[in-house]
């Protein structure tokens, strides 16, 4: 098996609020086997008034009900087997890793968020906000996390829920399926790939994507509507972050 399941990779400004997100869903037989450990989502966020970080990190698909092409997953659980970790960097600019001669983002982590589970009930978590180029816990917090309060670090400038909750990822897999029926009729009006082995889109092909995987057609819902997910949830000072510069990349795994 696999020590590190899929990561999922985003870059959000931290000055703005403008909420960022990246989905992954189902990723193979590893994550089948071992729902506990197949992140779904990771979304973040910045306050209205910009001093904190929320960051939001969701396991196992449809969590407390049974898969359609597997065996039930109820009640569901953080593995006590596996650390969920968050990673984040910190740069001064958009184009600081490319300057540097990175290509994407920067996959060097300057902090984690480390969270582990124990096998009790209700379950017991450490949380550890780390950062890695000295190796030094900044914030530490342990207890039950699923309260509505969630956990509080000593110092206050961390606070972590963690625990069942409806599944907040919308997805239209009908409206996926109305528009691969329309692109398989128009395929052939569609140009040759280019160089990365896309084939471009006209204004028309466009406009109907958005229209079936949204809702203007109004042939889909939403596939994700009553499903549950685990949630890992945490509100962060900002200046624990931003060290390095106001500009986040945060990306998430799992480790045996």
């Not at 994550?31 to 209205?48: A, F, K, R, V």
């Not at 290509?103 to 550890?128: S, Y």
């Not at 329309?182 to 040759?192: G, N, R």
Request: proline share 6%; glycine share 8%.
């Amino acid at each position: 098996m696999r020590k590190t399941w899929a990561a999922l990779l985003l870059a959000a400004v931290v000055a703005p609020v403008v909420p960022a997100r990246a989905a992954d869903h189902r990723d193979g037989p590893n994550s089948i086997n071992s729902p506990e450990g197949d992140l779904n989502d990771i979304y973040t966020w910045m306050s209205p008034d910009a001093k904190t970080v929320n960051l939001a990190l969701t396991a196992v698909p449809n969590a407390g009900k049974a898969f359609v092409d597997g065996g039930p997953v109820n009640p569901a659980r953080f593995s006590n087997a596996l650390k969920y970790v968050i990673n984040i960097n910190s740069r001064p600019s958009d184009n600081a890793s490319i300057q540097a001669g990175a290509t994407g983002l920067d996959a060097r982590a300057r902090f984690r968020i480390i969270a582990t589970f124990d096998a009790g009930t209700p379950q017991k978590m450490q949380l550890w906000l780390v950062n890695v180029n000295t190796g030094r816990a900044l914030e530490y917090v342990t207890g039950d996390p699923s309260s509505a309060a969630g956990l509080t670090s000593r110092d206050g400038k961390l606070r972590v829920y963690a625990g069942l909750r409806d599944d907040p990822f919308f997805f239209n897999l009908q409206g996926l399926f109305d528009f691969e029926t329309y692109y398989h009729d128009i395929e052939q009006f569609i140009p040759a790939a280019d160089g990365a082995g896309c084939r471009p889109l006209g204004p028309i092909q466009q406009n109907a994507a958005v229209n079936y995987l949204g809702m203007n057609f109004g042939t889909g819902a939403d596939f994700f509507a009553s499903f549950n997910t685990l949630a890992i949830v945490l509100t962060v000072d900002k200046t624990l972050l931003t060290t390095t510069g106001p500009i986040l990349s945060v990306w998430a795994s799992t480790h045996r």
